[in-house]
Protein backbone atom coordinates (compact mmCIF):
# COMPACT_ATOMS: atom_id res chain seq x y z
CA UNK A 1 0.00 0.00 0.00
CA UNK A 2 1.27 3.30 -0.92
CA UNK A 3 1.14 6.62 1.28
CA UNK A 4 2.89 9.55 2.05
CA UNK A 5 4.42 10.47 5.05
CA UNK A 6 4.89 13.53 6.30
CA UNK A 7 6.98 15.27 9.05
CA UNK A 8 8.15 18.50 10.44
CA UNK A 9 4.96 20.08 12.21
CA UNK A 10 5.54 22.02 15.32
CA UNK A 11 4.65 24.66 17.51
CA UNK A 12 6.09 28.48 15.92
CA UNK A 13 5.53 31.40 17.08
CA UNK A 14 3.76 34.11 14.41
CA UNK A 15 6.45 35.16 11.96
CA UNK A 16 8.53 32.27 12.50
CA UNK A 17 9.58 29.16 9.79
CA UNK A 18 9.31 25.10 9.62
CA UNK A 19 10.09 23.06 7.06
CA UNK A 20 7.96 19.82 6.47
CA UNK A 21 9.18 16.98 4.78
CA UNK A 22 7.35 14.59 2.91
CA UNK A 23 8.19 10.94 1.84
CA UNK A 24 6.13 8.02 0.30
CA UNK A 25 6.52 4.51 0.81
CA UNK A 26 5.98 2.09 -1.71
CA UNK A 27 5.93 3.20 -5.35
CA UNK A 28 8.00 5.77 -6.65
CA UNK A 29 6.44 9.35 -8.01
CA UNK A 30 9.19 11.03 -10.00
CA UNK A 31 6.68 11.52 -12.95
CA UNK A 32 3.93 12.81 -10.45
CA UNK A 33 2.99 16.75 -10.11
CA UNK A 34 3.13 16.57 -6.01
CA UNK A 35 1.47 18.66 -3.92
CA UNK A 36 1.23 20.37 -0.31
CA UNK A 37 -2.03 20.21 1.17
CA UNK A 38 -3.85 21.53 4.54
CA UNK A 39 -6.96 20.92 6.28
CA UNK A 40 -8.53 22.94 9.67
CA UNK A 41 -11.45 21.18 11.18
CA UNK A 42 -14.24 22.38 9.42
CA UNK A 43 -12.58 23.20 5.91
CA UNK A 44 -12.12 21.36 3.33
CA UNK A 45 -8.73 19.96 1.83
CA UNK A 46 -6.67 22.76 0.04
CA UNK A 47 -3.67 22.54 -2.16
CA UNK A 48 -1.35 25.03 -1.16
CA UNK A 49 1.74 24.14 -3.10
CA UNK A 50 2.94 22.17 -6.26
CA UNK A 51 5.74 20.98 -7.95
CA UNK A 52 5.71 19.04 -11.34
CA UNK A 53 8.01 16.52 -12.15
CA UNK A 54 10.18 18.93 -14.26
CA UNK A 55 10.17 21.32 -11.29
CA UNK A 56 7.26 23.85 -12.35
CA UNK A 57 5.78 25.46 -9.08
CA UNK A 58 2.65 26.58 -8.36
CA UNK A 59 1.22 28.44 -5.20
CA UNK A 60 -2.13 29.21 -3.38
CA UNK A 61 -2.50 33.25 -2.90
CA UNK A 62 -2.51 33.09 0.70
CA UNK A 63 1.08 31.59 0.63
CA UNK A 64 2.69 32.96 -2.34
CA UNK A 65 6.06 34.03 -1.39
CA UNK A 66 6.19 32.98 1.99
CA UNK A 67 5.92 29.16 1.11
CA UNK A 68 8.59 27.42 -1.34
CA UNK A 69 7.86 23.66 -2.03
CA UNK A 70 11.11 21.62 -3.22
CA UNK A 71 11.20 18.22 -4.23
CA UNK A 72 14.77 15.66 -4.51
CA UNK A 73 13.91 12.94 -7.46
CA UNK A 74 16.64 10.65 -6.02
CA UNK A 75 15.73 10.92 -2.61
CA UNK A 76 12.10 10.97 -3.42
CA UNK A 77 10.99 13.48 -0.76
CA UNK A 78 8.86 16.55 -1.14
CA UNK A 79 9.56 19.42 0.91
CA UNK A 80 7.42 22.57 2.27
CA UNK A 81 9.60 25.80 3.88
CA UNK A 82 7.02 27.59 5.31
CA UNK A 83 8.35 31.61 6.38
CA UNK A 84 6.44 34.20 7.87
CA UNK A 85 3.91 31.99 9.30
CA UNK A 86 0.29 33.72 9.92
CA UNK A 87 -2.24 32.37 12.65
CA UNK A 88 -4.08 31.69 9.69
CA UNK A 89 -1.46 28.46 8.39
CA UNK A 90 -2.31 26.69 11.40
CA UNK A 91 -3.91 23.09 10.14
CA UNK A 92 -2.77 19.49 9.34
CA UNK A 93 -0.41 19.56 6.30
CA UNK A 94 -0.50 16.77 4.30
CA UNK A 95 1.44 15.83 0.54
CA UNK A 96 0.01 14.12 -1.88
CA UNK A 97 0.28 13.90 -6.01
CA UNK A 98 -1.49 16.60 -7.84
CA UNK A 99 -4.21 15.07 -10.82
CA UNK A 100 -6.87 16.37 -12.91
CA UNK A 101 -8.69 14.00 -10.66
CA UNK A 102 -7.76 15.68 -7.54
CA UNK A 103 -5.58 13.85 -4.87
CA UNK A 104 -5.47 10.23 -4.55
CA UNK A 105 -7.75 9.16 -1.58
CA UNK A 106 -5.71 6.13 -0.37
CA UNK A 107 -2.44 8.17 -0.20
CA UNK A 108 -3.04 10.40 2.57
CA UNK A 109 -0.69 9.91 5.28
CA UNK A 110 -1.30 11.01 9.03
CA UNK A 111 -0.23 14.33 8.07
CA UNK A 112 1.97 16.53 10.39
CA UNK A 113 0.07 19.59 12.78
CA UNK A 114 1.45 22.86 12.01
CA UNK A 115 0.08 25.52 14.83
CA UNK A 116 1.15 28.75 15.03
CA UNK A 117 1.03 30.92 18.43
CA UNK A 118 0.73 34.37 18.49
Known amino acids: QVQFVESGGGLVQSGGSLRLSCAPS????????LGWYRQTPGKQRELVAS???????KYANSVKGRFTISRDNAKNTVDLQMNTLKSDDAAVYYCNVVTTAGPRADYWGQGTQVTVSS
Open 51 to 57: IAADGET
Open 26 to 33: GSIFRGYT
